[in-house]
């Protein structure tokens, strides 16, 4: 029998870090963080990290990620460098519309790519999310072209599992997506 699990108790996690990464809230003084993703020439299309920065631009930013656990739309967090707290991107796990599922979407800033930040952020954010009672299933959505996030999940035990066709729209253009998953069931293997 299949029992879905319903999020009742969606909250920031207390801490999640590495020793190296540090994923927590999203902070006022993050602003370099936001005003570095607005000038990557993909974020901006996929997210809703402003296009063209400005400091109000940044702080609705930041609002609209702690808006989201208000909301009950899901969790959104900041990626920082546990030595020195600076933000270098984000994390998030949005709640899909069946029972238990949520999806993980993430962006690091150019300077700070290939580092293993990400896929440590990843590794946090899933263990973290899987071990609550919240989520039975995590997913990720990733443009075939996107070799390094398909690393990502890959290194973090999220296996693929297909194609949609035509599925999302970045500014005016449609994307086919491959999804990965992971499962509870998974982290405990």
């Not at 299949?2 to 590495?18: F, R, S």
């Not at 979407?105 to 700070?112: D, E, L, N, S, T």
């Not at 693929?160 to 449609?174: A, P, V, Y």
């Amino acid at each position: 029998m299949l029992e879905w699990l319903i999020v009742t108790n969606l909250a920031y996690p207390a801490q999640l870090h590495d020793g190296v990464v540090c994923v927590r809230p999203w902070r006022d003084t993050d602003l370099a963080c936001v005003e570095q993703a607005s000038q990557d020439h993909r974020i901006p299309l996929g997210t809703t990290v402003p296009a063209r920065y400005t400091p109000q631009a940044g702080l609705a930013y930041i609002a609209r990620q702690h808006a989201r656990l208000t909301s009950g739309q899901g969790v959104a967090l900041a990626v920082a460098d546990q030595r020195t707290d600076k933000a270098v991107g984000h994390i998030n796990l949005m709640l899909r519309p069946q029972a238990g599922v949520a999806g993980i979407g993430y962006w690091i800033v150019p300077a700070a790519r290939r580092q293993g930040i990400g896929s440590r952020a990843v590794s946090l954010t899933t263990s973290w999310g899987l071990s609550t009672d919240n989520f039975a299933r995590i997913e990720a959505w990733v443009e075939p072209d996107n070799h390094a996030s398909q690393r990502v999940l890959e290194i973090n035990g999220y296996l693929q599992e297909g194609r949609l066709r035509s599925f999302l729209t970045f500014g005016t253009r449609r994307a086919d997506v491959l999804v990965y998953s992971r499962i509870a069931a998974d982290a405990q293997r």
